[in-house]
């Protein structure tokens, strides 16, 4: 009985909206549906829909959210005012959004591994926990 709801438009809707439109708009549907969730294009689609559908407005308890994603997107293209070619130059936009995002980005730092901690002086046997300050070695040694 419970809607299965996102708070964004999920790529899994793309190939449902391939009859929304005409035959440019099938095209886009057809090359986006079968790329991986995180490739540029495939994110491109999914930023356009977020802003034509108005996601980051939507709240989970209203009737647009209550009636899925799906039916939500599919309203928003079949609705849309403009001609298709202006739907596909959203995307275009949305695309160059995202690339220059991407670009943008640097990519994440190697994480540095810390040393390994010197056995415990009494037993021999590796060390857990933290390591012993300057002044408890000291401590121990004299």
Known sequence: MYMQTEIMFPPRVIPMLRNACGPEWRRLVDKVAVLEETHPESLAFSLMMIRLDGCLECETDSFRAMRGCPACALQTVRR????????VKLYQAALKDVQVFLASRTPPKPRKVAAPLPPCPDTGRPSVGERPT??????RAG
């Open 134 to 139: 300057e002044a408890a070695l000291r401590a």
């Open 80 to 87: 849309f005012r403009g001609k298709e070619r202006e739907l």
